[in-house]
């Protein structure tokens, strides 16, 4: 396993039509990233990766012959060169990632990625950031790392051995830093609704953002809780030191609090260096429907950028135009419905545009992405109220949904519902 002096060198193995893998989230490798951009040799480099942090290099203008990024997750790094046509987008299940690699549907030539220091068996780990990256690195033949004194050891699947490496570079750097999100007013009443759902013994799984922020900052006088989750950031932290979050009611993994990689504060990565109690697993599993299932009372929290009056749920689409991507959303819903006792939440501001524009519509606008299917969903929770669409017909569906628009758009929802969609009877 050869140490090299500088990016460049570790990335000139690198050849023209390479499929890569690069590794994301807060592990990205930018260093190694940037240097691979940087290179004019090459042509039709595709690039595979989830939502990346640090840089846009590889998706800038001008870069597009060269290196073709197709993202499975889309985030702001990627989202204009995919809504330019300059890059791809490839839908799929957060938890089907991983097989595309180990089957050869997508056969990699390397894979990128960011390494904690060595331990004194020898052995890195992926820090941060396991999900796919499990699977890229345990199948890449070629595999190029930095490995930054600043990236957290972590425990659970994310052992490397040095045997898998083939060049690597060392530094000393800061990891992307996100401050814990402050809930406005409507944010804060839909962390109060989904907090009342919450049991004691529950497990939760969350992501990233103002509402997730918010659910869990209410839920100090909780017992008992666990987490399996494919992600977490900071507000976790003051429930698993308040002794809210024990896990010891999990049926999986019991007493320790499952992810696949996380996004922060410094003192989030603080807290799970060596902390024996997290455990970072990659994305086929901790997203498996039949693993999330056995525990008891899962509560997913997902959010959506639409929900039609039938239930449709649309979370990675504004029209045609990528914004994100189907991620985890359908694993953790479709978990939380088999898990005993369990609640699938789908969570949204009852407006967007200022108030302009309803997010409980009519119907979806076209090009839009159904990620969680009308037959998938269950409670639905705006700032005015939740509602269970378990059961219901699509008429009922309809008037309920209406029931936490905001009311202003009420009334030309229910004209829609009775004269356009024929849902209301007489």
């Not at 140490?3 to 990335?11: L, N, T, Y």
């Not at 260093?31 to 042509?43: H, I, T």
């Not at 949204?348 to 009519?362: D, E, F, M, N, Y």
Request: glycine residues 8%; proline residues 6%; charged residues 20%.
């Amino acid at each position: 396993m050869p140490k090299v002096s500088s990016p460049q060198e570790a990335v000139a193995p690198i050849r023209s039509h390479s499929n890569v893998f690069i590794h994301g989230s807060s592990a990205t490798p930018v260093p190694l990233l940037e240097a691979l951009v940087a290179r004019k040799d090459l042509e039709n480099v595709r690039l595979f990766h989830l939502h990346t942090e640090g840089t846009e290099c590889f998706a800038a203008p001008g870069v597009e012959k060269r290196f073709h990024s197709c993202s499975f997750f889309t985030g702001p790094a990627a989202r204009p060169a995919v809504q330019d046509g300059r890059a791809d987008f490839m839908p799929v299940f957060l938890s089907d990632i991983p097989g595309l690699f180990y089957s050869g549907k997508v056969k990699l030539d390397a894979a990128i990625v960011q390494l904690s220091p060595a331990d004194r068996h020898g052995l890195h780990t992926l820090g941060t950031a396991v999900d796919a990256c499990r699977a890229a690195v345990d199948t890449a033949p070629l595999v190029i790392a930095e490995v930054n004194a600043r990236l957290p050891r972590t425990h659970g699947n994310t052992a490397v051995r040095p045997q898998q490496l083939s060049l690597f570079i060392e530094t000393d750097r800061a990891l992307p830093n996100h401050e814990p999100i402050i809930p406005g007013p409507v944010e804060a009443r839909i962390g109060e609704l989904i907090a009342d759902l919450v049991e004691d013994g529950s497990t939760l799984q969350m992501g990233i953002g103002a509402i997730p922020d918010a659910v869990l900052s209410r839920l100090g006088s909780k017992h008992d809780l666990g987490v399996h989750t494919e992600m977490f950031s900071d507000r976790l932290i003051d429930l698993v030191e308040g002794g809210v979050v024990t896990n010891r009611k999990k049926s999986v993994h019991a007493n320790r609090t499952v992810t696949s990689f996380i996004s922060g504060s410094q003192k989030l990565y603080d807290f799970v260096n060596d902390n024996a109690l997290v455990e970072f697993l990659a994305c086929d599993y901790t997203n498996d429907t039949a693993v999330i299932r056995r525990n008891p009372k899962v509560i997913a929290i997902n959010s959506a950028l639409a929900v039609d009056l039938t239930g449709q749920v649309c979370a990675d689409s504004i029209g045609h135009k990528i914004y994100s991507g189907i991620g985890g959303q359908m694993d953790f819903i479709r978990g939380a419905a088999l898990s005993r006792g369990g609640k699938p939440i789908i969570a949204l501001p009852s407006t967007a545009a200022g108030g302009k524009v309803s997010r409980i519509c009519a119907e979806l606008a076209p090009g839009s992405g159904v990620v969680t299917t009308r037959g998938h969903v269950h409670w639905v929770v705006t700032e005015y109220g939740a509602v269970n669409l378990y059961g219901l017909t699509l008429r009922q569906r309809g008037e309920a949904l209406i029931s936490i628009a905001n009311p202003d758009f009420r009334g030309e929802l229910r004209r829609q519902l009775a004269e356009k969609r024929h849902y209301v009877l007489g």
